[in-house]
């Protein structure tokens, strides 16, 4: 089976301060990975890398586009990269206004990434919104409301049907459930985890808490001054961590 996403030895600098370094992997379809570490780990800039928003050093992201296969992101086009952007890839930012208009309604918000795959049917578009404002719990009587009269957690769940309503191949999350109270976290996280079984979404996705990755990832990376010291499946890196900076990691968790 073809990767759906093959990271070559990305690497980012930021004068004498390592980004990311030689990092590589692959992602299969249907496949969550995550990416862990404290801050200033490198986690975020090398998603940041892989989503295009920064561009790498030195390295290749080779993504399957569906009409001409694997094509290295890294050097496409910027009208190339955007269209990627709005079709087969979504990011779900840490902060929920960096993704949302918050001066257009929520319908607006999700009716405006159709719009941008070439939807024009206005009665469709609605339709679509509001068949996506319950999917993510979001009460249809709120369609017309701006995101601004949302809670954080709301505002969260408005980003990511935003973000899925076009159907996308990839989804970049980072840090998708912080700064939110633990009971919305928890709800969030069952919402995420149900739409990426049912829409068989690959994922990456960027956090400091392991409890996001045991219930969301299948396999996980573990990084550190920029580099990646320990992947594996999931639950096998968090049970039985061979790198000394792993076990740190797990046994923080474990005396909290």
Not at 35 to 44: A, D, F, L, Q, R
Request: aromatic residues 4%; hydrophobic residues 40%.
């Amino acid at each position: 089976m073809t990767p759906l996403l093959d990271v070559r030895n990305i690497a980012k600098r930021y004068g004498a301060r390592i980004g990311c370094a030689d990092v590589s992997f692959d992602l299969y379809p249907g496949e969550v990975m995550g990416i862990v570490g404290e801050s200033g780990s490198g986690k975020s800039t090398l998603l940041n890398c892989l989503a295009g928003h920064l561009e790498p050093d030195a390295g290749e992201v080779l993504f399957d586009t569906r009409a001409e296969g694997p094509r290295d992101t890294v050097t496409m086009s910027e009208p190339e990269r955007r269209m990627l952007a709005r079709t087969d890839w979504a990011f779900v930012h840490q902060n929920a206004r960096d993704g949302l208009r918050m001066g257009v309604s929520a319908g607006g918000n999700v009716g405006e990434r159709l719009m941008a795959v070439g939807a024009r049917h206005y009665g469709q578009i609605r339709e679509q919104a509001l068949d996506w404002l319950e999917r993510v719990e979001i009460a249809p009587d709120r369609i017309d409301d701006r995101p601004s009269a949302f809670s954080g957690g709301m505002q969260q769940r408005l980003q990511i049907a935003r973000n899925l309503v076009t159907g996308p191949r990839l989804v970049f999350m980072d840090e998708p459930t912080g700064g939110l109270d633990v009971s919305v976290q928890a709800r969030l996280l069952d919402l995420l985890r149900g739409l990426v079984r049912q829409m068989g979404l690959s994922a990456i996705i960027v956090t400091h808490d392991l409890a996001v990755v045991r219930l969301l990832a299948d396999r996980l990376m573990v990084m550190k001054s920029g580099r990646v010291v320990e992947t594996g499946l999931t639950d096998q890196v968090l049970d039985d961590p061979q790198h000394a900076y792993t076990q740190l990691l797990v046994s923080s968790v474990l005396q909290v």
